[in-house]
């Protein structure tokens, strides 16, 4: 018997083997090829048949017509190509040509790269497209172009410029399409600047005039700056609150807010982003921007090489950090004095200088100051500028106050600006803000060589 098994049992087994590769062949025939054909129907079907809810461009409230649209983007037709172009002068790429005919027609800024363009807008089917929708390829990188009807749209190439081609005709963009977008009323609203002319938080009403200044690290001038500039100017020249110069700096100062509290004029903070330079510490804060609602935010970018308004995508969120609310912090036009000050900040450091146009000194800008806001002349070196004025209490200071330091040589004067900050003109950083408790640039805070204050 056991025998008798030991020689059935292959046999069963080969048995087995073929009735059951003959019923998946079976199987195959009949049900392999009706998935293969359902799954190309799929794709087909969400390919064509994704109807948006929004007729975009079509239905706004915004002063233009779909008819000047189109014609404004046939009118740059030959235009040439240039890698990174954003205008007719310089040429364009795909998505500079797209965010040049949103903004000249419409007024939408759009985002200035194709990868971040994609992010917004409802998902668009082949069968729903209309003029003004968005449409995408991916090869080596996205590209975007902006669909004008008849299956045909406008984008920027390398071998043609600005040219018309169609969607299924031309080969290439037949094989690399990859979807198209169309904004929602509320993103053409959010990413219009008259949205906000009216708002009632007057750095997000006042932050559209920068929109458009060109990206530069360091940047401390209204030509072209960086986020932290960006955010010291907005605050400092709108709402009347003084804040350091640095994103680290910034964000040590203000009310912490919960994401689920944010408010427009909240400031957004980021880590490990944006990142000019590679020497940053690991979690360093390193970008900024201002909250405007709706999930946008405004913000000097460095991507995008200038100050644009931008969706608060998975890349922000992974790297936000954190939020702060400085509305409390305004001086609410109390100390003129303070104004003064900040019309000077970033002047540069020169020894023996007592004026903007050759630079200041410690003791030259805090007499600077005074003499400009108070008529009052304070003069000798400043020690003699110790001597002169009324002790105040570190309990007691108020904006205006003179604040002393122990130098290597001698007595550093600085203006007190409230919560904790103060002016000075430093040998690193010119006419700078800096606070009692901490300071990026030396290696001890402040107060550990606090003399006092005087009051003049």
């Known amino acids: 018997m056991s025998i008798l098994k030991k020689r059935k049992g292959p046999f069963i087994v080969i048995i087995l083997m073929t009735i059951t590769i003959t ?8 049900n392999g090829t009706l998935d293969e054909s359902s799954s190309t ?25 779909v008819e000047e649209f189109v014609e404004e983007a046939v009118s740059l037709e030959g235009a040439d190509y240039q890698l990174g172009g954003k205008d007719p002068e310089d040429g364009f790429n795909s998505s500079g040509f797209v965010q040049y005919v949103y903004e000249e027609a419409t007024g939408i800024r759009m985002p200035r790269i194709a990868g971040h363009q994609y992010e917004i807008g409802e998902e668009v089917g082949k069968s729903y497209l209309q003029e003004g929708d968005v449409v995408f390829f991916e090869s080596d990188t996205i590209m975007s172009g902006i669909y004008i009807g008849d299956s045909q749209f406008m984008t920027a190439t390398q071998s043609g410029g600005i040219e018309t081609l169609h969607l ?10 990859i979807g198209a977008k169309r904004l929602t009323e509320d993103e053409m609203e959010s990413l219009h600047p008259s949205t906000y002319k009216d708002h009632d938080h007057p750095v997000v009403r006042e932050s559209m005039n920068y929109l458009g200044t060109p990206y530069e690290f360091g940047g401390n001038s209204l030509e072209a700056f960086d ?9 400092r020249e709108h709402q009347d609150v003084y804040l350091p110069r640095v994103t680290t700096d910034q964000f040590n100062l203000g009310e912490e807010i919960n994401e689920e509290n944010l408010q427009p004029g909240d400031v957004l903070y980021f880590s490990d982003v944006d990142v000019e330079v590679s020497d940053r510490e690991e979690g360093e804060v390193t970008h900024a921007g201002i909250y405007v609602g709706n999930n946008f935010m405004i913000h000097a970018s460095r991507t ?12 922000w ?24 000050a900040a019309k000077h900040l970033n002047v540069p450091f020169e020894s023996g200088g007592s004026n903007p146009e050759e630079g200041f000194n410690t003791s030259g800008f805090v007499t600077h100051v005074f003499e400009q806001n108070e008529g009052l002349q304070l003069t000798g070196t400043a020690r003699e500028l110790w001597n002169k004025g009324e002790p105040v209490d570190t309990s007691s200071l108020l904006p205006g106050d003179v604040l002393f330091f122990q130098g290597s040589n001698s007595l550093l004067p600085a203006l007190y600006i409230g919560h904790d900050q103060f002016m000075m003109a430093s040998a690193s950083s010119g006419v700078t ?6 300071n990026l640039f030396d290696s001890e805070p402040y107060e550990a060589s606090y003399e006092g204050a005087r009051r003049y």
């Open 227 to 235: 986020c932290s500039f960006f955010i010291q100017e907005a605050f």
């Open 23 to 30: 019923t998946f062949l079976l199987w195959w025939n009949t």
């Open 41 to 65: 129907s799929q794709t087909s079907s969400s390919e064509e048949d994704i109807e948006p809810k929004s007729q975009g461009i079509l239905e706004t409230n915004l002063d233009f017509t």
């Open 304 to 315: 995008e090489e200038m100050t644009q308004i931008s969706y608060l995508n998975d890349y």
């Open 168 to 177: 299924e005709n031309d080969d290439f963009w037949a094989s690399n399409y």
């Open 317 to 340: 969120n992974d790297a936000f950090t954190g939020a702060k609310r400085f509305d409390e912090m305004s001086l609410n036009g109390e100390y003129p004095i303070v104004q003064e």
């Open 433 to 438: 803000t800096r606070h009692l408790e901490y």
